[in-house]
């Protein structure tokens, strides 16, 4: 680890100051990319922003329609939070899916989303829920958040406050884990609502995306049946030691129908 | 003050009580006043010529305290890392033996190979000033397969070993078995792969060294699982250090596997660096430095034939084997794929011609050497495959064709045609046991339950048989062994009859602290908390081979049983004295030193108390104190073996293979401590299953760069990966050890492999699958599965 400026600001303002005055400065959330990035020595900021103490950016509320989670939430809390699994409980799965309980237990919904690791779990819910991304300057639908590898709307200084999510009638996530380190090799969302179903797949790809045929299918019929034949193209999938294009593509269909599955049980 | 904990009981390790309250001293919790931080620079590629180091930036960087290059090691004059093996071909022509700088000179030969080490005053400062080190490096083409590197055309490594063959190694009678073959009704064959593996133990390797001037000693602590082989091969061959003024401690160790029982260049250099620099340096690897410099394991490729006669009775085998070396010979490297390979390929059974020839071959990739098993894995797994394709081409039942092959439990001792000779065993019994153990009759019924949810489900032998205990030195030597492979004990009994045993194996994660001191209680009728191992420091310890190769109670627990008997000897002499009766009337029981036939007797404390306080003693005739050490040579290999059966339950959707049923019945000999022995083959089991079904080092041709180089990469098996494990003994004795035990360290890995692949090509067989490499992940069956698939959706 290289060394850098610590800076523990307890105001949102003060924060994204720090971030913007001091140049290549990252925020810390709960650090679990950052901080084995910066033990390898990868990484070299001059100072890191800390937001852990902006307790108000912990906790989950429910607005009746929508259920809004702030940004520094663990995902372990999302996981046992009663309210979620109550109310969209294909979220708490997949918060209860991500990595191991110690990771769970510092890592936060808003350090994931902003991340946006192309094989993370939270962006699959969050654009498969159609969640808004809250900042601390405005208000980004997912759809135009999450802009491919690693890389996000996010404008510089702009810090995520909470990810307001809509209440589904159903929703379920399947997850295929990478064997080795347990990211989605293929992770796919489904969210029915009244209007229309939402389909994300996370791990396939350098980005998080949806899958229109299927959405279609399943907005017709709510069964995995529906997209048992949905072939999807490998053309710009990932291919790696652990799997080839077609075999995540693949992955993306059975998933895809077990996260109907899910959905409905 | 407690009780007698003796041979057969199960207590809880005593060495446990500090591991888990943090109280361990492992070599990174050590600090020497004056301490520096070393670190290595590594090569960023496969292959390249080392055209120059310019030291300038690093030499300026904060903290820095010095740079050093292969060109200082040169300059010192120095040697090489000697290689513990020298192999010849039939023709007696011996290996090539290319030298292995301490740090790379002119050349660098994979990823991870050492070019620099940079000591400072933190380690933040060395990895800053390494990082400024200018490095130019001419990049060449690297070769990391075996099939490529011996290729006409293929990057060569050291210009005096064409095609990068480092040695043709055969075994056998290749006349006879050309002949058996001529005669087969029918020929199985079998290409495989045996894939490389990287140990990865909990602790990272890593190093202190201090010199200090005022004895002209050094100090090397350091992650070995064989100190006093250490101080002989860096102190002897490579640094040219006198043995009295080197003293090598490997204190606690967190896992070894093989990993640690080699002399690493890390060693050399930093013992080097200490007197240069004239202040301790410690060097500690983090990960993903282990995953480019820890030996690696495994990398076979083989062709393999079997000869049957019309009822499935083997005639003879014949196996094509490429082992891969890596880019130098490690300690035990050429010896792993030779010695410790052709002569299991005999197993269990009664195959009468047997020839084996292994084409040892440099690339570019880590070097590779003995992991957990080393060469008994990879000769179990080509057996126990060819064996179910034979069956299944035959279409004779798996365990019947086992049956007809087996060596019967009244044939041993019994000669293979592959030099070693089995003293005891059997496997016939082992496969029995396990048969009923895992309830085998009433698998078709549970294959139905997982049809009926659309599962594959498949069942897996594996009956094998390995040799451990290494070594009789005598056959080792003659089979190219540059030393001995004896071990030796010291027991000390202090004057109040509490015992301190010096040991010259090494405890790091075996429960030797445990399973020693209940031999000691056992024999000496002492308590067992009166019982201390001491193992791990060349000045504490007498001499010793270290642990590796399931030797530790084969051949320590005799040096050290041995050594008690010694003990229990004088002892009689003193008690004979003290109780006024011949020494032949003297019986020694229970702690208890007394007249036959008499209510007359001596206390072991008391007995000690005499040794120590010789008022009333034989003086003339013997001499005070009770000590005794022993030495011991094994007369033959011991020959551990069993039956494992795995059972496994395929999703074709995803080709995910989940592990569903495990039963092992091994044959390990006499059981000392019956909980050690179930947690030694829960983790050998473990581990070969980790083989079977997750981990594989992949290296990118042509760059040679690591690409499993992580724990995100490389796949460890995990507890959520294996079902409750059915482990059990069917124990025959070992006829020539002491105590009659076989060793239980490796059985696990060796047994376990096959077994879990024979399951899953069980389980496909009904689509035409015969064989599927290691590890059989998710991607690798679902491929498997679209090819086997494709004629039947054409139809």
Not at chain 2, 475 to 487: D, H, I, K, Q, V
Not at chain 2, 489 to 512: D, K, L, S, Y
């Amino acid at each position: 680890m290289k060394p850098f400026a610590y800076h523990q600001p307890d105001q949102i303002p003060d924060a994204a100051k720090l971030l913007t005055s001091i140049e290549d400065s990252k925020l810390v959330a709960g650090g679990m990319t950052l901080i084995p990035t910066l033990k390898q020595r990868l990484a070299n900021p001059p100072a890191l922003v800390d937001l852990s103490r902006l307790g108000h950016l912990k906790g989950i509320t429910d607005d009746g329609a929508t259920i809004t989670i702030g940004a520094m939430t663990p995902h372990a809390v999302v996981a046992a939070s009663k309210l979620v699994q109550a109310k969209i409980p294909g979220l708490a799965a997949l918060a209860s899916m991500i990595g191991d309980p110690a990771v769970r237990n510092r890592g936060t919904i808003g350090g994931s989303v902003a991340n946006n690791d192309p094989a993370a779990d939270y962006p699959a819910g969050v654009l498969g829920l159609g969640a808004t991304v809250v900042t601390s300057t405005r208000e980004i639908a997912a759809d135009k958040f999450f802009l491919g590898l690693f890389e996000t709307a996010l404008e510089p200084g702009e810090i995520i406050t909470a990810i307001r999510f809509p209440v589904p009638l159903k929703a379920g996530y399947a997850k295929f884990k990478a064997p080795a380190s347990r990211y989605a090799l293929v992770g796919v969302f489904v969210a029915k609502f009244a209007d229309g179903v939402r389909v994300a797949v996370t791990g396939a790809g350098p980005g998080v995306f949806r899958v229109p045929p299927m959405e279609g299918a399943l907005s017709q019929n709510f069964e995995p049946t529906a997209i048992a034949a949905i072939k999807i193209d490998t053309d710009g999938l990932t291919s790696d030691i652990h799997a080839e294009a077609d075999y995540r593509a693949h992955l993306v269909t059975v998933m895809a129908k077990r996260a109907v599955d899910a959905a409905l049980s | 003050m407690g009780n007698v904990i003796g041979i057969g009981a199960a207590p809880k390790r005593k060495e446990d009580q500090r591991f888990l309250t943090g109280r361990g001293n492992y070599v990174s919790d050590i600090k020497r006043a004056g301490m520096t931080s070393g670190v290595f620079v590594r090569s960023p590629h496969g292959h390249a010529v080392l055209r120059g180091i310019d030291k300038s930036a690093a030499l300026a960087s904060p903290g820095i305290i010095a740079v050093l290059t292969g060109d200082d090691v040169k300059a010192d004059g120095l040697g090489g890392l000697p290689c513990g093996w020298g192999i010849s071909d039939a023709k007696g022509v011996p290996m090539k033996e290319p030298p292995f700088p301490m740090l790379a000179q002119s050349k660098v030969r994979f990823v991870g190979d050492m070019v620099a080490f940079v000591i400072a005053e933190t380690p933040e400062q060395a990895n800053a000033a390494a990082e400024l080190l200018a490095v130019d490096y001419e990049v060449l083409p690297s070769v990391v397969g075996v099939l490529e590197a011996v290729r006409p055309n293929a990057p060569q490594l050291f210009d005096d070993v064409p095609n990068n063959i480092c040695c043709d190694w055969e075994l056998g009678d290749k006349a006879a078995v050309e002949t058996a073959f001529r005669k087969a009704a029918h020929v199985a064959k079998l290409s495989l792969v045996n894939n490389r593996l990287i140990g990865n133990p909990m602790e990272p390797r890593a190093a202190i060294a201090e010199y200090e001037p005022g004895t002209d000693r050094f100090t090397l602590w350091t992650t070995s699982q064989f100190p006093h082989v250490v101080r002989f091969l860096m102190g002897a061959l490579v640094l040219n250090i006198p043995q009295h003024k080197l003293r090598v401690v490997a204190p606690d160790v967190g896992g070894g596997f093989g990993v640690k029982q080699f002399h690493y260049g890390e060693e050399a250099v930093i013992t080097w660096a200490a007197k240069r620099v004239k202040r301790p340096i410690k060097w500690v690897a983090s990960r993903s430095e282990g995953y480019v410099s820890d030996r690696h394991g495994r990398d076979h490729v083989t062709e393999a034939e079997l000869a049957l006669d019309e009822n499935g009775k083997f005639l003879a085998f014949r196996v094509n084997t490429l082992a891969n070396m890596g880019g130098y010979l490690s300690t035990f490297g050429p010896n792993i794929p030779t010695n410790l390979y052709g002569p299991l390929l005999g197993g269990v059974y009664t195959t009468p011609a047997i020839y084996c020839n292994v084409k040892v071959v440099f690339t570019n990739t880590v070097p590779v050497d003995a992991y957990r098993g080393a060469g008994r894995p990879e000769a179990t797994f080509v057996l126990e495959r060819i064996v179910d394709v034979a069956a299944s081409e035959m279409g004779i039942d798996r365990v019947e064709i086992r049956r007809r092959n087996m060596i019967p439990k009244d044939a041993y001792p019994y000669q293979t045609p592959v030099l070693v000779q089995y003293d005891s065993g059997d496997p016939m019994g082992c496969l029995d046991g396990a048969l009923v153990a895992a309830d085998v009759k009433n698998f078709g019924v549970r294959k139905a339950a997982s049809a009926s949810k659309g599962k594959f489900r498949g069942l897996g032998y594996s009956t094998y048989v390995e040799a451990c205990g290494l070594a009789p030195s005598r056959f080792a030597g003659r089979l190219g062994a540059r030393g001995g492979l004896y071990e030796s004990a010291t027991v000390r009994v202090h004057p109040t009859g509490q015992v301190t045993v010096m040991i010259g194996t090494h405890n790091h994660g075996q429960g030797h602290e445990t399973t020693f001191a209940q031999i000691v209680s056992d024999k000496l009728g002492v308590a067992f908390d009166d019982v201390d191992i001491v193992f791990g420091d060349t000045d504490r310890v007498q001499f010793g081979m270290g642990t590796y190769g399931s030797r530790s109670l084969v051949v320590g627990g005799a040096a050290l049983s041995k050594a008690t008997d010694k003990v229990i000897a004088k002892g009689k002499k003193i008690a004979s004295h003290l109780l006024e009766a011949a020494e032949v009337d003297i019986q020694f029981e229970s702690g208890k030193f007394s007249v036959a036939g008499t209510d007359r007797m001596k206390t072991f404390e008391e007995i000690a108390g005499a040794a120590y306080v010789p008022h009333n003693y034989p003086l003339e005739v013997l001499e005070p104190g009770l000590e005794e050490q022993a030495y011991y040579d094994p007369v033959n290999f011991t020959y551990p073996g069993g039956c494992h059966i795995a059972e496994v339950e395929i999703d074709p959707e995803t080709g995910t293979v989940m592990l569903v049923n495990y039963t092992a019945v091994d044959d390990v000999g006499t059981v000392i401590n019956p909980m050690i022995v179930e947690g030694q083959l829960h983790g050998g089991i473990v581990q070969g299953v980790g083989q079977a079904l997750f981990e594989n080092a992949v290296y990118d041709e042509g760059s040679g760069q690591l690409l499993s180089g992580s724990l995100m990469d490389y796949c460890m098996p995990r507890a959520d990966h294996m079902p409750m494990m059915k482990v059990a003994t069917h124990s025959t004795l070992c006829t020539h050890t002491p105590m009659g035990v076989k060793g239980c360290g490796e059985v696990g890995t060796i047994g376990s492999p096959a077994a879990v692949i024979n399951a899953v090509v069980d389980a496909l067989s009904h689509l035409g699958v015969t064989h599927v490499d290691m590890p059989a992940t998710p991607n690798r069956i679902w491929r498997l599965l679209q090819n086997a698939s494709l004629p039947a959706a054409a139809e």
